[in-house]
């Protein structure tokens, strides 16, 4: 029974604000590489940004650098992805990943919807 539980996906305005959870089952996330993907309508998968573990500043693409911040709370072996100045373009179902030495595993996924 091993799974990634996304929640906090929904409707924003253009320079709102938004925090996902992605909680562990069955897993430490301290163990595993954490990560943030996304995947808008008629596009491919993208990396959003990951971290190596809790005290890491983290590694963002390009278009959510100084925007997004991933951070994990080990207590409640939960990981976070902060979006502030959220922009349209941002709008997409966007998934958590753990990645560890025998394989990945992959959130549900959840829709963040940003428009006026």
């Known amino acids: 029974q091993v799974q990634l539980v996304q929640s906090g996906g929904g409707l924003v305005q253009p320079g709102g604000s938004l925090k996902l959870s992605c909680a562990g089952a069955?897993?430490?996330?301290?163990?595993?590489?954490m990560g943030w993907y996304r995947q808008a309508p008629g596009n491919e998968r993208e990396f959003v940004g990951g971290?190596?573990?809790?005290?890491?500043?983290?590694l963002y693409s390009d278009s959510v650098r100084g925007r997004f911040t991933i951070s994990m709370d080990n207590a409640k072996n939960t990981v976070y992805l902060q979006m502030t100045n959220l922009k349209p373009e941002d709008t997409a179902v966007y998934f958590c990943?753990?990645?560890?030495?025998?394989?990945?595993?992959w959130g549900q996924g959840t829709q963040v919807t940003v428009s006026s």
């Open positions: 971290i190596r573990h809790s005290s890491d500043s983290g």
């Open positions: 069955g897993l430490l996330l301290r163990d595993y590489r």
């Open positions: 990943t753990a990645a560890g030495s025998r394989g990945d595993y």
